[in-house]
């Protein structure tokens, strides 16, 4: 079992139908959780986490990933994916990186073998 990958548009879908569907959604304005998204081998060089896999979705939000500082050590080099009903389209379902020691809910997936 993994954090999520988000690997398309058809994937991403996928989720936001499970969230619709569980009624998850209907019940809340928004949703942060991590996915395996994660740039800590090299900066800006994001990978998921997960697979290995380079993130060749473009998924993000607008202006991230940002690699906002925390400090002088501390950026931002894993990821959630976003959504607030009231964010428009630069919150819906997309990605931000974040601090990796934030404490957020999170989506886990298994992958075919
Ligand atoms: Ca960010």
Known sequence: MFLLSMRNAEEREAI??????NGYTNTHK???????????????????????ERVNYQNWSETEPNDCKIDDCTG????????????????????????????????????PE
């Open 76 to 111: 931002e080099y894993c990821a959630i994916l976003e959504y607030w009903s009231d964010g428009g389209a630069n919150f819906n379902y997309t990605f931000n990186d974040r601090f990796c020691g934030r404490e957020y809910m999170f989506i886990c997936e298994t992958l």
């Open 16 to 21: 936001i139908e499970y969230l619709d569907s």
């Open 30 to 52: 928004g949703l942060i959780v991590w996915i395996s998204v994660s740039d800590i081998g090299e900066e800006g060089e994001f990978h998921w986490a997960s697979t290995g």
